[in-house]
């Protein structure tokens, strides 16, 4: 058990790692989003391994010294995308407070199906006009 909490241990640290290598491999490149879940793998290693080593062992001290870091590493990459982080962007109440956002979604969404039908029109115009064939638009 003890030498699979290390070979855990070092390919926590490993992948922690990673996205300093400067590669566009995307086997390197992977590394670097699955920090929430390297921070939990590389917590409960530490974890378990606190339990484990021999208090003498000087490279058993080394390997909980690199989780230690890696942890931190890992926080400070999570930390921004908290709660307990400040907001970058301040709140805004553009819309006021009694229109509903979905109301103001659809519009838009209107507005923008009728500007592409209106461009899908105004080409088959034009497109019957440098042909000289007339075909019937439905729109």
């Not at 931190?72 to 819309?95: D, G, W």
Request: hydrophobic letters at 50%; aromatic letters at 16%.
């Amino acid at each position: 058990m003890k030498i699979t909490l290390f070979i855990i241990a070092a390919l926590c640290v490993l992948s922690s790692v990673m996205p300093f290598v400067a590669s566009k491999k995307w086997w390197v490149r992977g590394f670097d989003f699955p920090h929430l879940q390297l921070t939990v793998i590389t917590c409960s290693t530490f974890i378990l391994l606190c339990f484990v080593i021999d208090p003498k062992n000087l490279l058993e001290w080394m390997i909980l010294v690199f989780l230690i870091l890696a942890i931190i590493y890992q926080l400070v990459i999570i930390f921004p995308y908290t709660l307990f982080a400040k907001k970058e962007i301040a709140s805004t109440s553009r819309y006021g407070k009694g229109t509903s956002f979905t109301k103001l979604k659809a519009h838009r969404l209107h507005f923008l199906k009728t500007n592409f039908l209106n461009k899908i029109r105004n080409y088959a115009l034009e497109r019957n006009d440098n042909y000289g064939t007339k075909s019937r638009i439905y729109l």
